[in-house]
């Protein structure tokens, strides 16, 4: 299997131009971009801004933002986006976004999420992340990318299903201990 570049983006508050935006994250060469709190209805506009990639999936967060996920182009032949089931969240919110990628016979699933905020989401995050799992293989190999709203508590629950944080296994580096400095 050929190594990924996945490039997870929040933008911080307050910046634009949406070109310089746009630069700045091309400059990274990316195989795939999940962006975080993106316009609503915003495909078009960020494969406009994005020339070379496709937007495979866009998922409602519980901010008034989506979630988009987009793949170069050269790769979206490879690609087939996960349908998660209309009915699988009561508050209507999709918060996951989630695509198989194919190479050489060996299948990477890789997604997108914003997940539920504060401890009382702590049910609905391990629930959501199960359903990301029962759309898995178990040969395939996972990425997930996102702001899961985790505390430190809920990792053993993660762990259990298999899973680890990538803060973790890059060597647990306390002064880039949160995802946007790591």
């Excluded at 296994?169 to 002064?175: M, N």
Aim: charged share 25%; proline share 5%.
């Amino acid at each position: 299997c050929r190594a990924l570049k996945l490039l997870m983006l929040l933008p911080p508050d307050g910046f634009n131009p949406m070109e310089t935006f746009s630069q700045a994250l091309l400059e990274h060469d990316p195989d795939v971009i999940c962006l975080q709190e993106a316009i609503h209805d915003g495909e078009s506009f960020y494969e406009t801004l994005l020339p070379g990639y496709i937007c495979l999936g866009k998922a409602s967060a519980h901010v008034e933002y989506a979630m988009l996920f987009l793949v170069r182009e050269s790769l979206a032949a490879r690609a087939n986006p996960i349908k998660l089931a209309d009915s699988w969240d009561p508050y209507g919110y999709k918060h996951v976004v989630l695509a198989c990628l194919q190479f050489a016979g060996d299948s990477v699933v890789i997604g997108s999420c914003h997940l539920a905020p504060f401890t009382a989401g702590s049910s609905e995050r391990l629930n959501k992340v199960k359903v990301m799992l029962s759309h898995c293989h178990p040969e395939d190999k996972l990425l997930i990318a996102g702001d899961y709203n985790m505390r430190q508590a809920e990792d053993g629950d993660f762990e259990t299903l298999g899973l680890s944080e990538a803060w973790k296994e890059a060597g647990s580096d306390k002064e880039k201990k949160f995802t946007f400095d790591s």
